[in-house]
């Protein structure tokens, strides 16, 4: 093969190999998911719905915590679903549903049957290695930058061993 064709063919595959580890680089760096940018304007029925968990949390978290305490059920969440105000309680049974439809009337709550959340601990050194498998790259990457590196040597090497006359 002719020195011109190697010195050729070399430029393409480091020409290539660059753009391959490029475009990875860009493809990971894109979002898992899709970003709205349009603007959300809270509409009145959204308003009423945030005052009405705002009402209720503010009775749970206060003064409302002796008197469920005296009911015998605890409220484990509240939060907007839909059009209505959803109020998790346990232990479930309609007197105390009737309890809180009372306090806070049907309009726009729906008292359901909560579960207590159960939060899982992990030691340090178990966090660390999620951490770390999560932090991990692509190896295509890996493979795509020794290609790179690979070629670039080869055609330093060459132009010192057939230097142009």
Do not use: C
């Amino acid at each position: 093969m002719k020195k011109v064709n190697v010195k050729h063919w070399g430029k393409i595959l480091l020409l290539g190999s660059a753009l391959l580890v490029f475009g990875a680089g860009s493809a990971l760096a894109a979002p898992d998911s899709a970003v709205s940018s349009s603007w959300h304007l809270a509409s009145a029925a959204e308003d009423r719905l945030t005052n009405k968990q705002a009402e209720i949390d503010e009775y749970v978290a206060g003064a409302g915590q002796e008197e469920l305490s005296a009911q015998g059920f605890t409220v484990t969440h509240t939060g907007v679903v839909g059009d209505k105000v959803e109020v998790g309680i346990t232990p479930y049974n309609e007197q105390h549903a009737e309890f809180l439809y009372a306090k806070f009337g049907r309009d726009i709550v729906q008292v359901v049957e909560g579960e207590q959340a159960i939060l899982y601990g992990a030691n340090a050194a178990e966090a660390d290695v999620v951490a770390a498998e999560e932090a991990g790259t692509n190896p295509w990457i890996w493979v795509g930058a020794a290609v790179v590196m690979i070629a670039g040597g080869l055609l330093i090497a060459g132009k010192k061993r057939f230097p142009r006359s």
